[in-house]
């Protein structure tokens, strides 16, 4: 027990205490998270708070399902709507572009199947809280262009929850073509009864459980989320959409806000605990392997994002700098991205993906906010023709 | 003048409200001139406010608070701490109520009468809710209290009546 204890103690003050140096030169938080995930783990030198990552298994379960319940809570389908079929567009747009260059990336670079399917969904979805900080510390919330940006985010956090449904017979252990059919009908007809009770059970739902008292309503709907999450993965949809889809539901009854600022801290907490998990599954001397991998997912990324940029900026009739604003922030990767890499890696899929996407993931850290701090010197560099 | 700050007075339609998903919300007011001044109001109680001016790509000016600042700054603005004499009658109405703010001066015809003498209530439908006399605010004053030049009287009722509150007890 007490090797637990130290084990978790100690990956959340590494967590934080790295993640502190990074915010002093505007690095976001899940990246660093992870490295001390790597650092302080079983595979590198030196100190190694965890031996084995299963100590933490139970928590950074509990981490991710509270990141997608509290991705359900807030998840604001008016924002969706009110944008109108244009930013449905521009989302939809964004994803194809860059999952498709993903797959085919993947499946050209000799990935299976599956792997490239994750992979695709890890490129291609960005992270709602690094893009969220970013348009936030870079002062641009009153700019026309983060409207399509938030819009845009909107669109790919419930691609996710669609895509993850999508991805379970992948991740599944069917062995043919009809049991793959079968779990996929059971994950969907799983959405669709939950669909149907955020639509019109909502209230009853938000009755069973009096709002008047904090302590009350964090122990009951953290229940309901974990229970739902583990309901949905014993039929065999993943924990992960099971949480999302409860968390869509608590979002439509009368509490959903006070709900969503008490889980908050919880969340926060299991998170940081879910991606030092993920780092302690990257084994560093697998980089080598995968650096050639890396690199060309990254200049991917960044062709693909610029492109699309350009083309919704143009839709807008913004300017060259909203366009390259657009591109770069949306470059964050982050929890999306290694909550499918954690399913991959759970699901017994190519080990490299964890290396992979963890490197992904931390250099477009890095390169995200750079590019995009600066989007107004680098589009006075590219040359004036017309957009 | 009273007249005029009214027609003045913003309508809550000039503001336009927007929802922005993971953020909070967003609030524009249009000060004319092609400036505008955006308020997000974060989840987290963070307050963020941008200066646009039409044309310029960057804003103007922008300024984090935090919510007590935020609400510190608001009551600044609303002139808790300080009104300037021209907007002093400007009334707010909240709900139907209207709250003002109205100095008794020397040639009043209520000035040394008390508020039962008056008869406010009755000839003008308006409550003296408060009076702020040389830094000092009486609440809730008794019936016998003299209205005296200087007064500030805080008064509640229904948007209509004050003009009759103020030819009974303000005006000469």
Redesign the interface.
């Known amino acids: 027990m007490s090797n637990e204890l130290i084990a978790v103690g100690g990956a959340l003050i590494t967590a934080a205490l790295l993640a502190r140096l990074g915010r002093r030169i505007g690095f976001p938080t899940i990246p660093l998270f992870m490295l001390a995930g790597v650092v302080f783990g079983p595979h590198t030198p030196g100190l190694d708070l965890v031996e084995d990552p299963g100590d933490l298994g139970l928590l950074a379960t509990l981490g991710l399902i509270l990141l997608l319940f509290h991705l359900g809570l807030?998840?604001?389908i008016?924002?969706?709507t009110?944008g109108g079929r244009k930013l449905l567009g521009t989302g939809a747009l964004y994803l194809a572009l860059n999952m498709t260059g993903g797959l085919l990336f993947a499946l050209a670079l000799g990935w299976g199947v599956a792997e490239a399917f994750v992979i695709a969904g890890a490129v291609g979805i960005s992270s709602?809280a690094i893009v969220?900080k970013l348009?936030?510390e870079l002062?641009r919330?009153?700019?026309p262009e983060?409207?399509v940006i938030?819009?845009i985010?909107?669109v790919e956090d419930l691609f996710l929850a669609v895509y993850l449904a999508a991805l379970q017979p992948l991740l599944g252990d069917a062995d043919s073509l009809v049991s793959a059919i079968g779990e996929f009908a059971v994950a969907l007809g799983f959405l669709v009864v939950l669909a149907v009770i955020a639509r019109w059970g909502a209230t009853a739902v938000g009755r069973l459980v009096p709002t008047d008292d904090d302590e009350l309503l964090t122990v009951s709907f953290v229940g309901l989320a974990v229970l739902v999450a583990g309901i949905a993965s014993e039929l065999g949809v993943s924990d992960a959409i099971g949480a999302f889809m409860i968390g869509l539901i608590v979002a439509e009854t009368a509490a959903a806000?006070r709900i969503?600022?008490l889980v908050l801290p919880l969340r926060d907490t299991f998170a940081a605990v879910f991606f030092f998990a993920f780092g302690l599954s990257i084994d560093p001397a697998d980089l080598g392997s995968v650096t050639a991998v890396v690199a060309g997912a990254v200049v991917l990324t960044l062709i693909l994002n610029v492109v699309a940029g350009l083309i919704t900026a143009r839709w807008y009739k913004f300017?060259r700098?909203?366009a390259l604003n657009i591109s770069f922030t949306t470059l964050g990767r982050g929890e999306l991205s290694l909550i499918l890499a954690s399913l991959a890696i759970a699901a017994g899929l190519d080990e490299r993906i964890a290396p992979l996407i963890g490197a992904y993931v931390l250099i477009l850290a890095v390169v995200g906010p750079l590019l995009s701090s600066r989007s107004?010197a680098i589009a006075k560099r590219i040359p004036q023709r017309a957009p | 003048m009273g007249e005029t700050a009214r027609r003045a007075r913003l309508s809550p339609a000039e503001v336009t409200e927007?929802?922005?998903?993971?953020?909070g919300r967003?609030f524009d007011l249009p000060l004319g001139d092609d400036q505008s001044i955006?308020t997000?109001i974060?989840?987290s109680g963070r307050r963020?406010l941008?200066v646009?001016a039409a044309g310029h790509?960057?804003?103007a000016a922008?300024a984090?608070l935090s919510d007590a600042q935020a609400r510190t700054l608001s009551a600044i603005l609303g002139g808790a701490y300080f009104k300037p004499s021209v907007v002093e009658e400007i009334e707010s109405v909240v709900g139907g109520l209207l709250i003002d703010w109205v100095t008794v001066s020397e040639d009043s015809r209520g000035a040394g009468q008390s508020i039962a003498d008056l008869e406010i209530r009755r000839h003008t439908g308006m409550t003296v809710a408060a009076i702020v006399r040389d830094d000092d605010a009486i609440l809730a004053p008794e019936p016998t209290e003299v209205l005296r030049a200087e007064d500030r009287l805080v008064v509640l009722g229904r948007p209509d009546d004050l003009i009759r509150f103020r030819r009974h007890v303000i005006d000469p």
Do not use: C, K, W
């Not at chain 2, 927007?18 to 953020?23: E, L, V, W, Y």
């Open positions: 807030e998840f604001n008016s924002g969706l009110s709602s969220t348009v936030t002062r919330l009153a700019n983060t409207r938030l819009g985010i909107v806000e969503s600022r300017s700098v909203a107004t | 927007q929802s922005m998903p993971g953020i967003r955006v997000v974060h989840h963020d941008y646009l790509e960057e804003p922008t984090s």
